[in-house]
């Protein structure tokens, strides 16, 4: 009598099989996880140079002036853009009072992200030179004449080499953007201690700008409207011309 057997693997065949789909994923990992992180690094300067695109409206719009932190009544950069961004949908809700003024939604919200940045409960990542000199001095702080207000941006001489947004730094020390919300909220940046070189990591006065968000280092959009990498590797005296509105 004639039997049927159905061939099966030996259990070193078998190991030798899952062996080599290790060493595939082994191989193919760092591969991809590189190819992820470049995907969000891409995105993410897609995101600044729409965001610069939608400040060069607003200018046309408002006499050529370009917003910087909170703005009076305004409210903050991201959100006097919203109309040059398609963001019609969203709607302004109070931080501290959710509900106050309405309700919220998501819609085109990611464009004010870094894909890379750790808390995904931002919305809000990208934070705002508020930088601007009149006279001597490192830095402007809360209540001077020019902080928090739109400048004229045909005064500025350095377009090219100053930086308008860059990629905002994640920590315990940061507050997190999660609405659409006036008033002060430390995304914007107006001292040494706030640069990508500083190692201050408290509250207000700690570090706002990541040093090592892309490939070691960070994006950024110039004032000319250009979105970059920038090092997260440079000295303190780089960064402050980098910053300071000249």
């Known amino acids: 009598m004639r039997v049927n057997r159905t061939k099966a693997f030996t259990l070193v065949e078998l190991l030798v099989v899952i062996s080599i789909i290790a060493l595939l994923v082994a191989i193919l990992l760092p591969a991809l996880q590189k190819a992820r992180a470049q995907a969000k690094y891409v995105l993410c300067l897609t995101n600044l140079h729409q965001i610069g695109l939608a400040a060069f409206m607003y200018m046309d719009d408002n006499d050529d002036f370009i917003p910087h932190g909170v703005i009076g009544s305004q409210g903050n950069y991201y959100e006097v853009f919203i109309p040059y961004l398609a963001l019609e949908g969203v709607v302004l809700q109070d931080q501290v009072n959710p509900g106050l003024d309405g309700s919220y939604t998501e819609n085109g919200m990611d464009i004010y992200r870094c894909p890379s940045h750790p808390d995904k409960r931002c919305k809000v990542t990208y934070v705002v030179n508020d930088w601007s000199y009149d006279g001597a001095g490192n830095s402007n702080r809360p209540g001077d004449d020019y902080y928090g207000k739109p400048s004229k941006y045909s005064a500025y001489r350095h377009l090219n080499d100053v930086v308008y947004l860059a990629d905002g730094e994640d920590g315990p020390w940061r507050q997190c953007v999660e609405f659409f919300e006036g008033g002060d909220n430390w995304m914007d940046l107006y001292a040494p201690s706030h640069l990508p070189s500083s190692e201050n990591i408290s509250g207000m006065s700690g570090r706002r700008v990541a040093n090592n968000r ?25 960064y402050v011309r980098m910053w300071r509105s000249r």
């Open 214 to 238: 892309h490939h070691g280092g960070l994006n950024v959009l110039y004032y000319d409207l250009r979105a970059d990498w920038l090092s997260g590797n440079l000295e303190e005296f780089e």
